[in-house]
């Protein structure tokens, strides 16, 4: 009996010691623009999936489904979809924004902001097509902790340019709850663009993600900066119903949802 009594403690221990096997991790984020503004979110991921909580909207990526949700709980309605169909929903959704934009204007300011666009848009493809991406990640020495995890800096440079610097964590390995394969492609698909014309997309870039977690990133912008830091995180089970529609809300379309968003009517 002193024999199962001891396996029954050592089982019992080991169970209160071990995470749960489909534990995620659940953290809360602040972003500071560079007029000081802080903006807070809560990031859940598990399984191939990732939910990020703001303050007036919902972001659900799926990676297994291949499925995009934007929810907005104020008004109870979402959108959801594939990525490809994100994108060009997008797009018509800009037409539509830029058109009843357009109508509020002169004839005279109509035509002065086509010809504005129609310049600007022809020297983003000239640079496009002159300009190839050249991307390097440097490990630097620079250590510190950051929600009680170690974390070194990297910095991402482009085209000899300090892009961004990350603080990452070994201590909390993304690849564990992240197909980061899957995650290129769904980001590809998304943007539509080509992978020397999104440095975010580039094996060395995605890399950084297979060392561990951000804790800390800075982007560097012309005329200013954005930090964002993770202030506390945690492994825990993500119920599978938190990165799901809640019950009763409304499907619309993406220029519905931004109309809505917006106040326009």
Known sequence: MKVIAKVFLLLLVTLLLTPPIFAGWVGEQVTTDSEGKETTEINYMQQN?????????????DLEKNLFYMISPEHKVYWSGIPE?????????????????????????????????????????EAAK????????????????IAGYPTRKYQVWVNGELKEEKWISTKIKIIDEIDL???????????????????????????LMEIGAEM?????YEGGSTIT????????????????VPKGYRKLSLFELQKLEEGMH
């Open 229 to 244: 830091e993770t202030k506390k995180i945690e492994k825990k089970q993500i119920p599978d119903s938190e990165f799901k």
């Open 49 to 61: 999936k990732v939910k990020t909580v703001g303050a007036e909207e919902i972001i659900i990526i």
């Open 181 to 207: 394969e899957k995650l290129e492609k769904f980001q590809k698909a998304m943007s539509g663009l080509e992978a020397e014309e999104s440095y975010g997309s580039s094996p060395d870039y995605m890399h």
């Open 85 to 125: 169909q994100m994108r060009r929903e997008m797009e018509e959704t800009q037409k539509k924004m830029e058109e009843a934009y357009l109508q509020k204007l002169t004839p005279e300011q109509q035509e002065q902001y086509k010809k504005y666009k129609e310049s600007t848009e022809k020297e983003t493809k």
């Open 130 to 145: 002159e300009k190839k991406i050249k991307l390097e990640v440097k490990k630097t020495s620079e250590t510190t902790t």
């Open 216 to 220: 800390k990133t800075i982007v560097y």
